[in-house]
C-alpha cells in the first residue's frame, strides 16, 4: 500500500464530515496493512490527523439546544465584562503606586505566584469569549478546543490559589467552574474522542512498530539522528544532569580541592545538575541533523553552547536570587565574561558535548529503549511531573533563602513553608558551593 492509500483511505472517511468509530478502525487498518512495508512517517500521521480535524463538520447555531444558545451569549458577555474589569482593576493601581509598595513587603516567589494567578484569571475571561463566539459560529469542536485550553488554566489558578490561601472556601468557585467547563467539552463534540482514540492507535501503532524493529527513538529519514520529542529529550535531560553532575563533582576531587568531597546538586532532590541536563538538550537540538559532521565542528558548537548557557545561567542565577555558584574571574578570559563563564570550562563543555554526540548518544538511546514501550509514556510522565515539582520547589527555595538573607520576615503561606521545610542551614548544606548576597539581585 503506497502513501497515497493511507491517505485516501483517511478522506474517505471524513468525506460526510463525520468520523465515527467505524470510521476509526478504518484508518488504523490501512495504517496496519502500510507498516507491514515501511512505519508511516511522523508527516504522515499529522496529514491523517490535519485530513480528519479540517473534514470535521460543526453545527449550526440555531441548531444547538436552546440552552446551549444561551451558555453562548452569556459567555460572550461575561468574558468581555471579566476583560474589562480586569483592566480598570489594575490601572488605578498602577498610577497610585500601590502595587509597588505591595510587592514591596512580600518575596518574588509569593509575587510571582499572585501574577500567574491574576493571569490565569484574564486569559480565561478572553477564552470564555472566544469560546461563545465559536459556538455562535457552530464551531464545536473549536469551542471544546478552547475549553481544554481554559481548563489547563484554570488547573493553573487552582494551585495558585491552594499555594497563597491553602484549604479555602475560595476554592470552590474554581472547582465548579473546572467541572463544568470538563462536562461542557465533553459535550460539545463528541467525535473528538473518536480523533483522540485515532490519534493514540496511530501513536501506538508507530511505537509498536519501531519497537519490533528496534528503531525506536530514530528519526524519520532525512530529519536527524533522534527525534526530538518529548520522550527522546526529556530523557536526554535527565542524563545529561546526572552525568554532568558525576564529572563535576569527580572534578572538584580531584583537580579543586583534591581529596573533598562536596555536592554539587542543583535541586533540593535528586542527583541532578540541571545545567548539564538543559546543556545536553540544547546540543542534541542544535547537532541532532550533524552528529556525522566532523569532531572539530561539533567541538566548537558545543563549546559555543556551553559557554553562552553557562554565562546565562550564572547572570540569571544573580539578577533573580543573588545567588553565586562559581566565579572563574581567575580563569583565562574570565575577566572578560565577569567571571561567568571562561575558555576553559566552556572547551570542557565543548569536549562533554563532542562525546555526548558522538559517542554516548546512541548507547544512552538504546538503553532509553530498555524501557518497556507499553510503559515508556507513563513512566516519563511520572518522572517528568516529578521533575517539573523538584524545578519550580528549587527556584522558590533559592528566592525564599534570598528573601530571608536580606532580612525579610517569611509571611504566612508560601514563605512560612519554604521558611520551615528549607531553612537557612538546609540550604546551605544542600547547595554547597553556593552563595547568596541579595544585594546583587533586582530586589536590592
Known sequence: MTEKNVIDVARDVVADGVLDEQGVETILAAARK???????????????????RDCTKGLAFSKLPMPLRILSVLLIISGALGVVSGIVALLPMINSGFLEQALGRITTTTAVVIGIAAACSFVSAVLSFFVGLRLIRGLRGAASALINVNIAVTVVSLVCQLMLYGI?????????????????????NPSLANESNLQAGLRKLDTKVHAEQGTLGLADPGEGYIRLDFFNLFWTFMVGSVIG????IIFHMVVVEPGVYQDRAGLLWG????????????MTIALNRFKDRNIVFIFVVCTIIGGGFEYFVSWFMEVAFGATAWDYSDQFLGDLFGGRTCL???????????????????????????????????????CAAFMLVNCVMTLQALD?????????????????????????EYMANRFQSMTIDPSKSVRA
Do not use: C
Open 271 to 282: 542527583p541532578f545538575s540541571p545545567i548539564y541536563g538543559v546543556g545536553a538538550v540544547l
Open 34 to 52: 502500510r507498516s507491514e512495508e515501511r512505519p508511516l512517517t511522523t508527516k504522515e500521521r499529522t496529514e491523517i490527523m490535519s485530513i480528519v
Open 245 to 248: 553532575l558525576i564529572v563535576e
Open 168 to 188: 479555602s472556601w475560595l476554592l470552590l468557585f474554581s472547582f465548579v467552574s473546572l467541572a463544568a467547563q470538563i462536562a461542557l467539552s465533553a459535550y460539545l
Open 400 to 424: 525564599n533563602w534570598g528573601a530571608r538573607k536580606a532580612g525579610h520576615v517569611p509571611a504566612p503561606g508560601i514563605e512560612q513553608f519554604y521558611a520551615e521545610n528549607f531553612d537557612d
Open 344 to 382: 576553559l570550562f566552556a572547551s570542557m563543555f565543548g569536549v562533554l558535548g563532542t562525546v555526548w554526540i558522538k559517542l554516548l548518544l546512541p548507547a544512552f538511546l538504546r538503553l532509553f529503549n530498555l524501557i518497556p514501550w507499553k510503559w515508556r509514556y507513563s513512566v516519563t510522565l511520572v
